[in-house]
């Protein structure tokens, strides 16, 4: 009992001293100047590109299936693509390359066996 009632006072000690209002840390004005900031002596030499350089870069993402071989095409595809995959999320999208949906599509065919019988989209 008397450690029951020393504990409940030191939680209340605790819990008391958790009211008082936290410093809010001083923010510096809108206007203020900040310095510039500046590599420090031992970081290694930066090259200057040219943003018009960088803007015309490619991204190294391949493009769509949608833009390679159009929109009816692409679907054609991705139609295909869904009827023989047994996979819970196939690549079965026309935002993604032809390629992926078409190796997607042969491995599915690939998983029948010699006797058996492929759907009609596997010969397509």
């Given at each position: 009992m008397r450690r029951?009632?020393?504990?409940?006072?030191?939680?209340?000690?605790?819990?008391?001293?958790?009211?008082?209002?936290?410093?809010t840390p001083a923010t510096e004005p809108a206007d203020a100047v900040l310095p510039t900031p500046e590599m420090p002596a031992d970081a290694p030499p930066q090259e200057e590109v040219d943003p018009a350089v960088l803007a015309?870069?490619?991204?190294?993402?391949?493009?769509?299936?949608?833009?390679?071989?159009?929109?009816?095409?692409?679907?054609?595809?991705v139609q295909r693509c869904i009827a023989v995959s047994p996979a819970t999320h196939p690549p079965c999208n026309a935002a993604n390359p032809?390629?992926?949906?078409?190796?997607?599509?042969?491995?599915?065919?690939?998983?029948y066996a010699p006797g058996e019988a492929k759907p009609a989209e596997c010969g397509a």
């Open positions: 029951t009632v020393v504990a409940l006072m030191a939680v209340a000690a605790l819990v008391a001293g958790c009211g008082e209002p936290a410093e015309a870069a490619p991204t190294g993402e391949p493009g769509s299936c949608l833009n390679e071989i159009g929109a009816a095409a692409s679907a054609r595809l032809c390629a992926m949906i078409q190796g997607e599509i042969d491995r599915a065919c690939e998983m």
